[in-house]
């Protein structure tokens, strides 16, 4: 198999400026805003069956010029429509989907990218019976990745980060959040955002940085009998100021979770945040209620995350945010409970039958999710979290996308959306999560320009 990997992907001038996708069996829009309730089954497919097939002269083509979508719809209107604009058709490369499926660019909404270090050693821990949080309270887990990560230079993150967004690029991954939060002091913090921001630079994968210094009590806080109120004082006086005047981060999360920050402190966390300017987002009820859902709907967040464990208030404040137009995403990260080998997953259905917006992440990191292949992640959340197909695609392309606040770039394949996009081989959306593991990506095309191709 041969990759074809182009980095950088922002405009090179040799190209042609125009890029027409032909011949696919399907092109998944995801067009119409943020998926609630039973809008998040309709992904807006246009079918080349319904025109006559894939060569059809109506079959549905994605026009892109200068990185961004044109035109979607049957070849024929789009390519005279162009030719009206002043486009014509010589003017744009093409690309032949051969009878395969076209989707957003997929956006991968909360991972812990960067890191140093392994911890293979905790599933055997876990297969022995110790739990997450026990590991952690120990001095392991997230600490143990802390130790390895201050001491790895900005050097050797950005390769480590360069080689796991190639491994999800591969996997039709164009846009990715990542968080620090395996410093927990001001300048490892400060180091891991530069970091990101500087793969976000170089592309071609956009990285969307996130300040997570509340993501644990690092070791030099924990003899004190107050550590983690300690600690979060500190994060407030030492830490924001400076990811502030960084100025790279734009989002701001918490690990609000029994026995690391309890709801209390992961609020005034946030409320520090956002006096700076950082948008809140939350590490919500994980492993039990801890008041995380209730929080991410007070603040107003953009994304409470992992909810396996949200109380019934929480819930009813998720719902009650949404019913009044001010929706908090649920960003579910099935892969996480399903590599934790915990028994309850989130409440999937139940959310999306109380109208609220659900999107699907990796949560890619060194201890409980290391997997950096999105596409498994929607085969989970078909088996574990019941949702259909169609739902856990919109969970990780168009409410993916509104949980980065990115909604209106991203995410869909609308004109004036930047030109990311992904050709499957396979003829169907509902065959992405029907093969477990498998790479189907044929071609990744990021701002208009094919960035990877399988012959
Ligand atoms: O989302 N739970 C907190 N943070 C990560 C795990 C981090 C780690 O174990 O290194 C999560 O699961
Ligand atoms: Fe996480």
Redesign the pocket.
């Known amino acids: 198999m041969t990759l074809r990997v182009i980095h950088g992907g922002r405009g090179s001038s040799d190209l042609a400026p125009g890029l027409l996708i032909t011949g696919a069996s399907e092109v998944v829009t995801m067009a119409g805003g943020l998926r609630m309730g039973a809008d998040q089954d309709d992904p807006a497919v246009l079918r080349a069956a319904d025109a006559g097939g894939s060569d059809a002269p109506d079959a549905p083509v994605v026009a892109c010029w200068e990185g961004r979508i044109v035109a979607v719809g049957p070849r024929e209107s789009v390519v005279a429509a162009l030719a009206a604009e002043g486009l014509p058709a010589s003017r744009f490369a093409r690309l032949d989907a051969d009878g395969g499926t076209v989707t957003p660019g997929l956006i991968d909404a ?1 991972t ?1 990218l960067l ?1 140093a270090g392994t ?1 293979e050693g905790e599933l055997l821990l876990r297969q022995r019976g110790a739990t ?1 949080l026990e590991i ?1 309270a120990a001095g392991g ?2 600490l143990s ?1 802390v130790a390895a990560t201050r001491a790895a230079t900005e050097d050797d993150l950005l390769a480590h980060g360069r080689r796991w967004l190639d491994e999800m690029l591969s996997h039709g991954v164009t846009t990715v959040e990542a968080k620090s ?2 410093g927990l002091d001001p300048a490892t913090e400060l180091r891991l955002l530069h970091a990101a921001g500087i793969l976000g630079e170089e592309g071609p994968i956009d990285v969307v940085p996130t300040y997570l210094g509340a ?1 644990a009590v690092p070791p030099e806080f924990r003899s004190q009998p107050d550590a983690a109120d300690a600690y979060v004082r500190s994060i407030i006086q030492d830490q924001l100021p400076l990811v502030a005047a960084q100025g790279i981060a734009r989002f701001c999360d918490v ?1 609000c ?1 029994r026995g690391v920050f309890s709801m209390e402190q992961s609020r005034l966390v946030l409320e520090a945040a956002m006096a700076v300017g950082l948008e809140p987002r939350l ?1 919500a009820d ?1 492993i039990a209620p801890s008041g995380g859902a209730e929080l991410a709907a007070e603040l107003g967040a953009i994304s409470a ?2 909810l396996a464990a949200p109380s019934a208030e929480g819930i009813d404040a998720l719902a009650r945010a949404a019913a009044e137009g001010r929706p908090v995403i649920a960003t579910l ?1 099935p892969a ?1 409970t399903w590599f934790l080998m915990a028994d309850d997953y989130a409440p999937a259905r139940r959310l999306i039958e109380r109208g609220v917006p659900v999107a699907i992440a990796s ?1 890619f ?5 290391p997997t950096p292949n999105l596409s498994l992640v929607l085969t989970v959340a078909c088996l574990e979290l019941g949702l259909t197909p169609a739902e856990a695609l919109a969970g990780v392309t168009v409410n993916a996308a509104h949980a980065l606040g990115l909604g209106d770039e991203v995410g869909s394949l609308e004109p004036g959306r930047q030109a990311d996009l992904v050709i499957w081989r396979v003829p169907s959306y509902v065959q992405i999560p029907y093969y477990p593991g498998a790479n189907l990506v044929r071609a990744v095309v990021k701002r208009g320009q094919p960035i990877l191709e399988r012959p």
Do not use: A, W
Not at 365 to 369: D, E
């Open positions: 909360h812990h890191f911890r997450y952690l887990g997230i990745t939060g395996y993501h690990f979770e590490h994980e995350d992992h990260l996480t949560d990191n060194p201890g409980t999710s």
